[in-house]
C-alpha cells in the first residue's frame, strides 16, 4: 500500500481538520487506515451524497474545513450537490477522491470515470496527485500539495469553498500491517500560499463617504451569512442612525438588526406611494443571496444614486443589476468606516420603515386572530415554541419563505439553510451534520417532499439533540400557492408530487420519537418534542393542501 497516503491524512491532522466523513469503498482503502491513524474524527456514511451534505453541515457549524472521502467512479459524481452548495455558501469542504491508475481510464476497466478537474468551475481548485508506486512516494509533494488546498479552503486566498484532491491509487490497497512506516515523514518546511490583501483603494473608500454624507435614504442589506459578532457591533451603531435602514435576511445572523422585521410582507403589500417612500438613494449590499422575492423585484426596479456591493473578491455580484461601485473589501472595515460618519439629524427614512412595519404586524395581528390551521399559522406557533439558543437548519421552497414573511427569529437562534443552489436534496443530511458536532437542539424545519427525498440521511445513528418539524402537504403544495402552475391545474400533478407515504413509520423504521398534530389546539399540548433531548424526534403537521392554499391567499391579501 501506498504510504503517502498517512501523509496526507497527518499533513490534514497538523493543519487543524478535526472531522472526516468517509464513504465506503475499495480504492479508498487506503486513505481509510491512513485517516483512521489520527486523532480526526471518522465518520463512515454510505450514500456520498448525504454524506457530502453531512460534511457541509459540520463544516458550516465548525467554521473550519471538514474532509470528505470516497472511493473511485460514480461515487465521486454523488458529491457534486453539496459542493456546489458549498462553493456557493463559501463553506470549507476538503474533498479527496480516491481514483484507479490513469492508465486505466477509459480502457473499459471497472469503476472508473474521468475524475481529474471533475468539479469544473464549483471548487476553488483541482489537485491531481502522481499515481505512485510502492516505495517511490513523494512524501513532500503530497505534504505540499494538501496544506496549499487546505489554505485554498480556509479563505486565505480571499475566498472560503470547497477544493478537490484526486488521488489515483495503484493496488495493493491493503496493508499487510496497521499503522504508518518509519520512513512517512511530515517536512517541517511546507510551501505557502501568497495570500491576497483585500484593500480597497481610496479612490473607492472616497466615493463610499462623499455618497454616505450626502444621501438622506440609506439602505444596508445584508444576505445569507453566518455569525460574526464584528458585522454585528458595525450594524449597532447604524441601526441607530435616522437616515439609515437595515435590512437583514432571514439566513442573515443578524435579523436582530433589521429596521422592518417584516420588510418581506411589507414590500409584498404596499402600494407604489409607501414604496416611493421606502426608496433610497445610497444601497450598500454585501453577504450571500437574500430570499425575498419581494425584495429582489423591488431593488431590481430602482435606480440609485449609489449602489455599493461589498465583498472580499474580485467577483462582482450584481443581483439587482443596479451595482454603481464594486468594493473588494472585508465588510466590517466598510460598515466601521461609515459609521463613524455623522448622519442626517433632519431625516424620517428609518422612522417610515418603522411605522409601515407597526402597519404589517397588525395586520399579521388580524390574521393570526383567525386560528385557522395552515402552514403558515402553525409556523408562526412553532416559532414561537423553539426555545433560546437553538440551531435552526431551513428548509427550501415554501417553509422558509413563511418564516421570511413572519419575521420571527429569535437572535439567540443561529439560523442555516442551503440557499446557495436553493436545492431541497441534502436539506436533512445538512440538519443531521450539523447536529453532529453542536451541543445546541437543532431543529430542522422541512416539508415533506425535501424529507423524503433526502432519507438517506436517517441511515446512521441519529444525534440526540435533533429535532426533525415535517410541514406534510401531500406534495410539494408550493406549487400551488405560485401563479404559473396554479394556472395549469390539468398538469399540476408534474409540479407537485402527490405521495402516499407514511411519515409516522419512517420515523418508526429510523428510532425516532415520533410526534403528530392536525391542529393548533394539538400543537399547543406537545411539549416533551420541544423539552426532552434524550433522543431524537420527529414531529409531523399535516396539512389539507386546499384549504392551505386558501389560508395563505388571506393571508398575503388580508386588508391592510
Same mark, same amino acid.
Given at each position: 500500500?501506498?504510504?503517502?497516503?498517512?501523509?496526507?491524512?497527518?499533513?490534514?491532522?497538523?493543519?487543524?481538520?478535526?472531522?472526516?466523513?468517509?464513504?465506503?469503498?475499495?480504492?479508498?482503502?487506503?486513505?481509510?487506515?491512513?485517516?483512521?491513524?489520527?486523532?480526526?474524527?471518522?465518520?463512515?456514511?454510505?450514500?456520498?451524497?448525504?454524506?457530502?451534505?453531512?460534511?457541509?453541515?459540520?463544516?458550516?457549524?465548525?467554521?473550519?474545513?471538514?474532509?470528505?472521502?470516497?472511493?473511485?467512479?460514480?461515487?465521486?459524481?454523488?458529491?457534486?450537490?453539496?459542493?456546489?452548495?458549498?462553493?456557493?455558501?463559501?463553506?470549507?469542504?476538503?474533498?479527496?477522491?480516491?481514483?484507479?491508475?490513469?492508465?486505466?481510464?477509459?480502457?473499459?476497466?471497472?469503476?472508473?470515470?474521468?475524475?481529474?478537474?471533475?468539479?469544473?468551475?464549483?471548487?476553488?481548485?483541482?489537485?491531481?496527485?502522481?499515481?505512485?508506486?510502492?516505495?517511490?512516494?513523494?512524501?513532500?509533494?503530497?505534504?505540499?500539495?494538501?496544506?496549499?488546498?487546505?489554505?485554498?479552503?480556509?479563505?486565505?486566498?480571499?475566498?472560503?469553498?470547497?477544493?478537490?484532491?484526486?488521488?489515483?491509487?495503484?493496488?495493493?490497497?491493503?496493508?499487510?500491517?496497521?499503522?504508518?512506516?518509519?520512513?512517512?515523514?511530515?517536512?517541517?518546511?511546507?510551501?505557502?500560499?501568497?495570500?491576497?490583501?483585500?484593500?480597497?483603494?481610496?479612490?473607492?473608500?472616497?466615493?463610499?463617504?462623499?455618497?454616505?454624507?450626502?444621501?438622506?435614504?440609506?439602505?444596508?442589506?445584508?444576505?445569507?451569512?453566518?455569525?460574526?459578532?464584528?458585522?454585528?457591533?458595525?450594524?449597532?451603531?447604524?441601526?441607530?442612525?435616522?437616515?439609515?435602514?437595515?435590512?437583514?435576511?432571514?439566513?442573515?445572523?443578524?435579523?436582530?438588526?433589521?429596521?422592518?422585521?417584516?420588510?418581506?410582507?411589507?414590500?409584498?403589500?404596499?402600494?407604489?406611494?409607501?414604496?416611493?417612500?421606502?426608496?433610497?438613494?445610497?444601497?450598500? %449590499?454585501?453577504?450571500?443571496?437574500?430570499? +425575498?422575492? $419581494?425584495?429582489?423585484?423591488? /431593488?431590481?426596479?430602482?435606480?440609485? *444614486? &449609489?449602489?455599493?456591493?461589498?465583498?472580499?473578491?474580485?467577483?462582482?455580484?450584481?443581483?439587482?443589476?443596479?451595482?454603481?461601485?464594486?468594493?473588494?473589501?472585508?465588510?466590517?472595515?466598510?460598515?466601521?468606516?461609515?459609521?463613524?460618519?455623522?448622519?442626517?439629524?433632519?431625516?424620517?427614512?428609518?422612522?417610515?420603515?418603522?411605522?409601515?412595519?407597526?402597519?404589517?404586524?397588525?395586520?399579521?395581528?388580524?390574521?393570526?386572530?383567525?386560528?385557522?390551521?395552515?402552514?403558515?399559522?402553525?409556523?408562526?406557533?412553532?416559532?414561537?415554541?423553539?426555545?433560546?439558543?437553538?440551531?435552526?437548519?431551513?428548509?427550501?421552497?415554501?417553509?422558509?419563505?413563511?418564516?421570511?414573511?413572519?419575521?420571527?427569529?429569535?437572535?439567540?437562534?443561529?439560523?442555516?439553510?442551503?440557499?446557495?443552489? %436553493?436545492?431541497?436534496?441534502?436539506?436533512? +443530511?445538512? $440538519?443531521?451534520?450539523?447536529? /453532529?458536532?453542536?451541543?445546541?437542539? *437543532? &431543529?430542522?424545519?422541512?416539508?415533506?417532499?425535501?424529507?423524503?427525498?433526502?432519507?438517506?440521511?436517517?441511515?446512521?445513528?441519529?444525534?440526540?439533540?435533533?429535532?426533525?418539524?415535517?410541514?406534510?402537504?401531500?406534495?410539494?403544495?408550493?406549487?400551488?400557492?405560485?401563479?404559473?402552475?396554479?394556472?395549469?391545474?390539468?398538469?399540476?400533478?408534474?409540479?407537485?408530487?402527490?405521495?402516499?407515504?407514511?411519515?409516522?413509520?419512517?420515523?418508526?423504521?429510523?428510532?425516532?420519537?415520533?410526534?403528530?398534530?392536525?391542529?393548533?389546539?394539538?400543537?399547543?399540548?406537545?411539549?416533551?418534542?420541544?423539552?426532552?433531548?434524550?433522543?431524537?424526534?420527529?414531529?409531523?403537521?399535516?396539512?389539507?393542501?386546499?384549504?392551505?392554499?386558501?389560508?395563505?391567499?388571506?393571508?398575503?391579501?388580508?386588508?391592510?
Amino acid at each position: 500500500m501506498q504510504q503517502h497516503v498517512y501523509t496526507i491524512a497527518k499533513t490534514c491532522e497538523l493543519a487543524g481538520i478535526s472531522h472526516a466523513i468517509i464513504c465506503p469503498g475499495s480504492r479508498s482503502a487506503p486513505l481509510v487506515f491512513a485517516f483512521n491513524n489520527t486523532s480526526i474524527q471518522c465518520i463512515s456514511i454510505v450514500d456520498e451524497r448525504s454524506a457530502a451534505y453531512m460534511a457541509l453541515g459540520m463544516a458550516q457549524q465548525l467554521n473550519k474545513p471538514v474532509a470528505l472521502i470516497c472511493t473511485s467512479g460514480t461515487a465521486v459524481l454523488n458529491f457534486f450537490p453539496a459542493i456546489a452548495e458549498a462553493f456557493y455558501q463559501q463553506i470549507s469542504l476538503l474533498v479527496l477522491t480516491a481514483d484507479r491508475p490513469p492508465s486505466l481510464l477509459n480502457q473499459q476497466d471497472g469503476q472508473m470515470i474521468m475524475q481529474q478537474n471533475v468539479y469544473g468551475k464549483h471548487v476553488l481548485k483541482s489537485y491531481e496527485l502522481p499515481c505512485y508506486k510502492e516505495g517511490e512516494e513523494n512524501h513532500a509533494n503530497s505534504a505540499n500539495t494538501v496544506h496549499e488546498a487546505i489554505q485554498l479552503v480556509n479563505g486565505e486566498m480571499g475566498k472560503k469553498g470547497p477544493v478537490h484532491i484526486n488521488i489515483p491509487l495503484l493496488e495493493p490497497l491493503y496493508p499487510t500491517k496497521i499503522g504508518m512506516d518509519n520512513k512517512v515523514l511530515i517536512p517541517k518546511q511546507i510551501n505557502k500560499v501568497k495570500t491576497r490583501q483585500q484593500n480597497v483603494n481610496t479612490t473607492q473608500t472616497k466615493n463610499l463617504t462623499d455618497a454616505w454624507k450626502t444621501c438622506r435614504k440609506k439602505l444596508i442589506i445584508i444576505g445569507q451569512s453566518m455569525p460574526n459578532t464584528q458585522l454585528m457591533s458595525a450594524l449597532i451603531i447604524l441601526s441607530a442612525q435616522e437616515d439609515v435602514v437595515i435590512i437583514a435576511d432571514v439566513l442573515s445572523n443578524q435579523f436582530k438588526r433589521n429596521t422592518s422585521t417584516l420588510f418581506d410582507y411589507l414590500l409584498l403589500r404596499a402600494d407604489s406611494k409607501t414604496l416611493a417612500e421606502l426608496t433610497p438613494d445610497c444601497i450598500v %449590499s454585501l453577504g450571500g443571496p437574500v430570499l +425575498s422575492k $419581494a425584495l429582489k423585484t423591488w /431593488l431590481q426596479q430602482l435606480s440609485p *444614486t &449609489y449602489h455599493f456591493r461589498v465583498n472580499a473578491g474580485d467577483m462582482l455580484v450584481d443581483t439587482y443589476r443596479n451595482v454603481t461601485h464594486h468594493l473588494n473589501a472585508q465588510p466590517c472595515a466598510i460598515l466601521n468606516l461609515v459609521g463613524l460618519i455623522s448622519s442626517s439629524s433632519n431625516s424620517t427614512y428609518a422612522a417610515f420603515w418603522r411605522a409601515a412595519n407597526a402597519v404589517m404586524q397588525q395586520t399579521q395581528q388580524r390574521y393570526l386572530l383567525q386560528h385557522n390551521w395552515s402552514e403558515t399559522d402553525a409556523m408562526c406557533a412553532i416559532l414561537k415554541r423553539i426555545p433560546d439558543a437553538a440551531n435552526l437548519q431551513i428548509g427550501n421552497s415554501s417553509i422558509i419563505r413563511y418564516i421570511s414573511y413572519l419575521g420571527q427569529i429569535n437572535p439567540s437562534w443561529i439560523v442555516n439553510g442551503n440557499r446557495g443552489t %436553493s436545492g431541497i436534496d441534502g436539506c436533512t +443530511s445538512t $440538519a443531521v451534520g450539523a447536529a /453532529l458536532v453542536n451541543n445546541r437542539s *437543532t &431543529y430542522l424545519l422541512t416539508g415533506d417532499i425535501a424529507f423524503l427525498y433526502d432519507i438517506n440521511a436517517l441511515w446512521h445513528k441519529l444525534p440526540n439533540n435533533l429535532r426533525i418539524i415535517v410541514f406534510n402537504n401531500q406534495g410539494g403544495g408550493i406549487f400551488q400557492l405560485i401563479d404559473g402552475p396554479k394556472s395549469h391545474p390539468e398538469l399540476l400533478d408534474f409540479f407537485t408530487t402527490p405521495h402516499q407515504q407514511s411519515i409516522k413509520q419512517i420515523a418508526k423504521q429510523k428510532h425516532l420519537d415520533y410526534y403528530y398534530c392536525d391542529s393548533l389546539s394539538q400543537l399547543k399540548n406537545i411539549n416533551p418534542f420541544f423539552t426532552e433531548t434524550n433522543s431524537p424526534k420527529l414531529l409531523e403537521l399535516k396539512f389539507n393542501r386546499t384549504q392551505n392554499d386558501k389560508a395563505f391567499t388571506l393571508f398575503k391579501h388580508i386588508n391592510i
